[in-house]
């Protein structure tokens, strides 16, 4: 099962640390509603409700000719129905053989624990779970409410990350999840920094290039700057984006020792409407100085 464990992580970590870095995600915020609502949109997936007696039925994934749907137990509570939601986009991410998934409570095959495992990596990814809780010192149940967890799906990933991860026994991590769930973070703070420059080194290897970011970023902006994307400063990242961008036009905007390069959509915004966007960003940033 650890093999399996981490077999998932690494497919886990490469997309999510890929669309926190391609969006500006921010690792203190971070909830999976964002990456799950862009996988939904990007593969044009249709989500829907339904209700079964007993909620024998969790969650469906289902492609046919009219394309791929998935949907979830409305009566179930909204941390299980965010974890079903999840459990069913890995299916598709990791390319499951079948055109139909259906998730219960007693599933236990190899497809339906590889996406659980998934599920709760994209709840709660490795540098997620260092950032709150060895930088933040986030509390179980703080931690739970703000990842829009369950508290038994926290338990469950945090022990699956002590044991398959960082390779504790099962009593210790035990030890630790008990003392954690009663508000003392020292001892899984600790246990956590033993491998906080792996956790580091993974999130650090997932590179996206500026030209990628740029391209993600407006899928969902028509006003870019420098403060977006560094690059958008220099003369030759603006050249290769005018030879494959024809829609896009940039241009600076100078005041009081403070220059922003900013990029905007010709077909949605005015040069006009750009250069107001770009000057009330600057007299914000002038008053935060």
Not at 8 to 14: C, F, G, K, R, Y
Not at 52 to 62: A, E, N, P
Request: with cysteine.
């Amino acid at each position: 099962m650890r093999d399996t464990y981490l077999k998932i992580n690494d497919i886990a970590n490469q997309e999510i640390y890929r669309f926190i870095k391609l969006f500006n995600i921010s690792r203190l915020d971070y909830t999976f509603e964002p990456f799950f609502n862009h996988i939904v949109k990007s593969k044009n997936i249709k989500v829907m409700e339904h209700h079964f007696s007993d909620d024998i039925l969790l969650g469906i994934t289902m492609t046919d000719f009219l394309g791929t749907s998935i949907s979830y137990e409305t009566d179930c509570p909204i941390p299980r129905q965010n974890f079903t939601k999840c459990h069913e986009i890995g299916h598709l991410i990791l390319k499951h053989e079948g055109k139909f998934f259906a998730n219960s409570k007693r599933e236990d095959n190899p497809t339906e624990v590889e996406a659980d495992y998934f599920a709760s990596f994209v709840l709660a990814p490795d540098i997620i779970l260092l950032s709150k809780i060895v930088y933040q010192n986030k509390h179980f149940y703080e931690l739970a409410t703000e990842l829009k967890m369950s508290n038994q799906a926290l338990e469950v990933r945090l022990h699956y990350f002590l044991t398959y991860y960082c390779q504790y026994t099962q009593q210790i991590a035990n030890n630790l999840l008990d003392s954690y769930k009663r508000h003392n973070t020292k001892d899984i703070v600790a246990a956590i920094k033993r491998i906080e420059n792996r956790i580091i080194k993974g999130y650090n290897a997932v590179a996206v290039s500026d030209k990628q970011k740029l391209e993600a970023l407006m899928t969902t902006k028509d006003f870019i700057t420098n403060y977006d994307i560094d690059s958008l400063a220099d003369k030759e990242f603006q050249k290769e984006i005018k030879e494959e961008f024809h829609h896009t036009a940039t241009f600076a905007y100078y005041d009081k020792g403070l220059t922003i390069w900013y990029l905007w959509n010709t077909e949605k915004l005015s040069q006009e409407e750009a250069k107001r966007k770009a000057k009330l960003l600057h007299y914000n940033i002038q008053n935060m100085l």
